[in-house]
């Protein structure tokens, strides 16, 4: 691997984060399906990113130094 992401960009760590959340979600008697899980992820996957566009955005706009070019 020669590229990076951030760690809210991998569906790896989301998928992992759901199954943990899941198994927990099981004991108050719920039932998650390998399918929902991934939909979620894949749901959680592109909120955090469209968050991250606009924590960018509004990090730009609020900085109080230019970039240089």
Same mark, same amino acid.
């Given at each position: ?6 760690w809210y960009r991998s569906k790896t760590i989301w998928g992992a984060l759901l199954a943990v959340g899941a198994s927990l ?9 390998? =399918?929902?899980?991934? *939909? ?7 909120? /955090?990113?469209?968050?991250? =566009?606009?924590?960018? *955005? ?7 130094? /230019?970039?240089?070019?």
């Amino acid at each position: 691997m020669d590229e990076s992401k951030d760690w809210y960009r991998s569906k790896t760590i989301w998928g992992a984060l759901l199954a943990v959340g899941a198994s927990l979600v099981q004991f108050t008697g719920v039932e998650v399906s390998p =399918g929902d899980q991934m *939909v979620i992820a894949d749901s959680a996957v592109s909120i /955090a990113g469209a968050i991250g =566009g606009l924590l960018a *955005v509004y990090g730009r706009l609020t900085a109080k130094t /230019a970039i240089n070019q």
